[in-house]
């Protein structure tokens, strides 16, 4: 008995029965209200449990797949198989880089690196100076062009003049 509250059980109708002096009621147990609430909300506890038995029966079926199926791996030699692929490839890897590492050493301790972005440098020098003179080169003969044209105009009409007085004398 809670101070001050009077709880009495009805086993033959499932319900509790309580009176705390000012209110008396029906009191729904925990299961009552499970129920009522599975009930109203359309959910059906005997079909939650077939679903649950299903799920069961999946999981059991998959790992009894999964179990054979490395069985069947073992057994065929798959899986040393990979297991060797992947050390074959893990050597090779490691080989190949520790050559390039000698090899990048090698042309470091000569110069070569040192040289070749030296040459580079150069190079791009090189053709930064060639289309200056370029620019440089088409400028002038834009600006030389309507100079050039009447110079030459000038030439051709002497020689037409001096051609025409020629020919009459």
Known sequence: MVEGVNILSI????????NDGIHTGVMSTSADSKNHSLKSSGVNPE??????KNIAKSIR???????????????????????????EATVAA???????NDAAKELKERGIIKDT???VEQTTMAARETAEILRDTARQTAEAAPQTTETVK??????KSKTKHSGHS
């Open 47 to 52: 079909k939650t449990a077939e679903s649950i």
């Open 94 to 100: 490691r080989d190949t880089t520790k050559e390039l």
């Open 117 to 119: 972005a030296a040459a």
């Open 154 to 159: 000038e030439a051709a009409s002497k020689v």
């Open 61 to 87: 079926d998959a790992s009894a797949k999964m179990r054979e199926t490395v069985r069947t791996l073992r057994e065929s030699g798959a899986i040393d198989d990979i297991t060797q692929a992947v050390y």
């Open 11 to 18: 086993p033959s109708k499932g319900k509790t029965l309580y």
